[in-house]
Each structure stands twice: as C-alpha cells, then as structure tokens.
C-alpha cells in the first residue's frame, strides 16, 4: 500500500499546483514537508497568501511561492505562461488541481465558454501547452491531471461542447473531467510520438470532503445539509488522504504514463490508492484527437 512517505526527498524539484484551497492545500503542504519547491498558481494573492503563511507556520523551511492564475480567463494564462518562461529555467512538475464545481446555471469564463468547460480543460489545456519547453527542460517531468469518477457520466457533442443548447450542471461537469482525462491520455501519446519526454498522468481523488463539495451541498435545500451530515462523512475521505492519488501520480515511478489512479475502497470513494478504471469512451484515441484539434481551436493555443 503506497504512503506519503513513499515520496521521500523532493528537494531540488519544482511543482506548479493549481488551486489554492481543497485538494490544493493538502498536496502543496504534503510536497513542501517532503523539500518540494512548490509554485502555488491561484486566482486570488490573498487566499495563496494566507495558505502559503498558514503552512510556514508548520513549515518554516517550505520553499513556496504565489503566482496568478485564472483558468478562466485566457488572458490570464498567457500573462502566467510568458512570466513562467521569463523567470523559471524549469518545471519538474505540473499538477492541474483547480476545478469549477458546483455550478447549476450555465456560466461562461471571460472569453465566453461555457465555465466549467473553460475553466477545468481549456485553461489547463492553454496552460500545459504553454509550459511545455519548461517541462521539457525538467527531470523526468511529470503532468498531472485531475479527473473525476464523474467522467463516466460525460460525452461530447462536437455540435454544442460549450452546452449553450442543453446544460445540465453534472453531465457538464462530467464532460470536462471526461476532456481531462482524454488530455491526459493524449499527453501522453503526443509526448511519445514526439519525444517531449513528459509522463502524463491522470488522477481522481475519489470523493473528498472539501469546501467545494459543501458548496455543491449546499445548493440543495434541506436534503443538502442532512446529507453533509450523514452519508457525506460516510463515504468521502478528509482531503489529506484524497489528495494521495495526486501525489502518487505526481511523485511514484510506480504511476506509469497514460495511467489513471484513484482510491481502491468503497467503489473508487476513498481508501488506498491504486489503478482505476476509466469508461470505454475515454480510451477513444479518435474523440481525444478531435478534442485536441477543437481545444487549439478554441484557446488559439497549440505546441
Ligand atoms: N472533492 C471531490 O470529491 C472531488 C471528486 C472528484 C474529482 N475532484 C477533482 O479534484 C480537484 C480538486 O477538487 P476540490 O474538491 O479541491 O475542489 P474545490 O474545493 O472546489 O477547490 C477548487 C480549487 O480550484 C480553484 N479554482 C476554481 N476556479 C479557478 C480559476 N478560474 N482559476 C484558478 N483556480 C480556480 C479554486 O480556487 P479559489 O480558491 O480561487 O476559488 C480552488 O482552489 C478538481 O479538479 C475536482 O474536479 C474532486
């Protein structure tokens, strides 16, 4: 059974993390106790502040940093993207965390696509391509993607990707994690024909109790907080342990390229982390390739 202390030492490697609460906060303090430095990419400077200060007090040698992020926004990408490559010699690491989750109105990111469409694959799409001469120039550099057991529930309709004619706020959630993990997957396969030398790996954590699943809950009157109490503590775990899988994918030479990896207890939910089972669809070489010419289309963003 792989632990956190299977990381070992990290210092001397470079993580960029995306997202500063939830999931995001228990990878960075987990790879800042292990001598990751760690790149906190996150919308708000005052929320990555107050995390990054909150872990100094446990960690005073944590090597942090805060740079600005909005995955929802492109412009904001690209400002992050160029001042990466001005200032950074290399990344090791990449993990796209961050996630737009609770949405139950169609919304639409600052360059007008759908939100959670935007924000979960477009931005990281725009991100990883714009990171990739610094990911080149790691060791053994590693992309990690965060996709969801929800992905089973996504498809692609090429005809309506942003859900401007139906949205229904799970189904359009599914499909970014769907888009997620078949990036990963494509990743991978674009590094091999290529020799980029990038180990793409996808990741769920399972069902973790962090605010953006209380938000979710929220949204749903009175059954909502019942179950906040009840089945949630149940069958979720605490974000330390959701957060595994990531650093697993992030970290073990055991999480191999083009895999997925999640907790194994409790149909996926939580527990030990190991291989998990992505949909048939998802292995779809011909809608991840289809899905990669339209994200470069639509981000202006390719290799
Ligand atoms: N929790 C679960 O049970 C669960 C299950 C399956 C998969 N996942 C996946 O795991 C990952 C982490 O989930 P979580 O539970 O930690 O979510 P969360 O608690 O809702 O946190 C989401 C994070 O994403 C950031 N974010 C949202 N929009 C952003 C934007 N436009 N630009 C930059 N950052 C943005 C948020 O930053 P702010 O602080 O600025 O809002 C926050 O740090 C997500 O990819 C999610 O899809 C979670």
Known sequence: M??????????????????????ASAIIETLAAHGAEVIVAGRSPIRAGALIHDIETRLPDARLSHRILDLGDLGSVQTFVEAANRDLDHIDVLINNAAVMAE??????????????????????????????????????????????????????????????????MVAYGKTKLATLMFAKELQRRSDVNGWGITSVAAHPGFARTQGVYDRLDTIPVLGWIAGKTVVPLLSHVPEKAAESTLFAATSPDATGGGYYGPQSWRGLKGPVGPSEPANYAEREDIATRLWDESEKLTGVSV
């Open 2 to 23: 792989w632990k956190t202390e299977d990381m070992g030492d990290l210092s001397g490697r470079r993580f960029v993390v995306t997202g500063v609460s939830g999931l």
């Open 104 to 169: 139950l109105k169609r919304g639409e990111t600052k360059d007008g696509f759908e939100k959670m469409f935007g924000t979960n694959h477009l931005g990281h799409f725009a991100l990883t391509l714009g990171l990739l001469p610094l990911l080149r120039k790691g060791t053994n550099p590693r992309v990690v993607s965060l996709a969801s057991g929800a992905h089973k529930i996504g498809e692609f309709d090429f005809g309506d990707l942003q859900s401007t004619n139906k949205f229904k706020p």
